[in-house]
């Protein structure tokens, strides 16, 4: 048996574990002995050692913040709590996708923030008024505006297609890059009477981005200045086990997931249950943390929780995002290459005429860019930031976050973001006037 097969084996025995309450123990010590050689996987969480009195206090601080009511608001109610107007503004692309935008009203230039893979426009305002990014920045004067991306929460519509339908799901970031992007820059500039903006992508707001101005070279003009927070493109060297797992058998997986459902990653109950059971520790603080997906996909830097704050980014996110995003994402981890989708052989022959994805042709991007990277990144390894690095024209900045352990979702949420990120972003910002 294959190491693919063997994998596949795991997926759908943890999903017959999970899902179905008849599971006989035959069923169950077949499950056990299929999961042994991955036991590994089950203990990073536990590697992290805390001493009791780290133990009673994160756990006092979490249960703290488990009364915040920041938790019950929404995205809107959050930024009216803190001080601040909003407008919500909506796009249509052309294929009939309902896009969300929430703008802070400001007097200087724009500022438009893109979100990463599950995530949507309230992760720029969860980590709270002091050091959310999209707070930081509306305190500066700048007009900040936030995108949805197709199927998130705030962008769940669209004109011809029902979400529970499985066609709705059928796009990954090429799509968001390609499509999603331009419809909601265009909006904001046209709003706004703005020749340009500024872009700050996370994650797959970086992605999104780099296939936007590759292209359409065009929007090389449209965005003054670009800072990528845990850029991501190549992706050969990630060291995420989920994403590592779901490239030696990216085909199958996309497939089973397909056939059991699995359109919505982030949203899905179940199958964010069976990545918990995979991957997580059963102490109270790896469980807290491990069973949101966020931390599943971004790594755990334990010593940059805020665990007071984690019951209001756990209320908001994931938000929603389509299993083909994910898989174009193992793609590329297993192909080394910075392309598109790949649909095997035949249907590329016919999408690409070619029989495998042409690559991004980022050598076009001429934007003016920031790159912010970190060395606990489990989906931004420096490896391939570099390589990004070494592809683009135009790099102003390339700065090496200063903590070790700083991790993927540490760019959004961690403790101390303000002074070892934000700080320098909003510098930056201000030298590079358009």
């Not at 899902?19 to 992290?48: A, H």
């Not at 060297?237 to 459902?261: E, R, S």
């Not at 994805?357 to 391939?384: E, M």
Request: glycine share 6%; proline share 3%.
């Amino acid at each position: 048996m294959s190491f693919k097969h063997l994998l596949v084996i795991i997926f759908i025995t943890n999903y017959i574990r999970v899902c179905k309450s008849d599971v006989t123990s035959e069923i169950e010590s077949l499950i056990s002995s299929l999961l042994e050689p991955f036991e590994s996987l089950s203990s990073l969480p536990r590697n992290y050692v805390f001493t009791e009195e780290e133990i009673y206090n994160n756990t006092q601080d979490y249960l703290a913040g488990l009364v915040n009511e920041d938790i019950y608001l929404s995205g809107p109610q959050l930024i009216q709590k803190y001080g601040y107007d909003y407008e919500e503004h909506h796009v249509i692309t052309t294929d009939g996708y309902n896009l969300s935008l929430y703008r802070i009203p400001g007097n200087g230039r724009v500022v438009f923030l893109m979100h990463g893979l599950t995530s949507s426009f309230v992760d720029w305002l969860t980590a709270g008024p002091e050091k959310g990014l999209a707070y930081l920045l509306a305190a500066a004067g700048y007009d900040v505006w936030m995108g949805n991306a197709r199927g998130n929460t705030y962008s769940k519509q669209n004109i011809l297609l029902s979400s529970s339908d499985s066609e709705f799901w059928d796009f990954s970031w090429d799509e968001i890059g390609r499509l999603d992007l331009p419809a909601m820059i265009d909006y904001v500039l046209d709003t706004t009477g703005q020749s340009s903006l500024t872009y700050v992508g996370h994650s797959q707001g970086t992605t999104a981005f780099f296939v936007l101005c590759s292209e359409k070279p065009e929007y090389n003009d449209k965005i003054n200045f670009m800072v990528a927070l845990s850029a991501v493109a190549w992706m050969k060297h990630v060291t995420n086990p989920l994403i590592q797992i779901a490239a030696q058998f990216d085909d199958v997986l996309y497939a089973v997931g397909k056939a059991l459902g699995l359109n919505d990653i982030a949203a899905d109950d179940d199958l964010k249950k069976i990545l918990t059971l995979t991957l997580c520790g059963d102490s109270f603080l790896a469980s807290t943390i491990c069973s949101n997906v966020e931390f599943l996909i971004c790594g755990f830097d334990f010593s940059q929780i805020d665990y007071k704050q984690t019951p209001v980014i756990f209320n908001h996110t994931p938000s929603g995002s389509s299993l083909k995003q994910l898989m174009h994402y193992a793609q590329l981890v297993l192909s080394g290459y910075f392309r598109k989708f790949d649909y095997g052989t035949s249907l590329n022959l016919i999408t690409y005429g070619s029989s495998t994805p042409p690559s991004y042709a980022v050598d076009k991007i001429t934007v003016p860019t920031a790159i912010f990277y970190s060395y606990g990144d489990w989906l931004a390894n420096p490896i391939d930031v570099e390589e990004i690095r070494s592809n683009l024209k135009n790099v102003v900045d390339y700065y090496q976050v200063g903590l070790l352990t700083f991790n993927h979702g540490d760019f959004l949420w961690a403790k101390d973001v303000k002074t070892l990120v934000y700080d320098r972003v909003l510098t930056l910002i201000a030298e590079n006037q358009p």
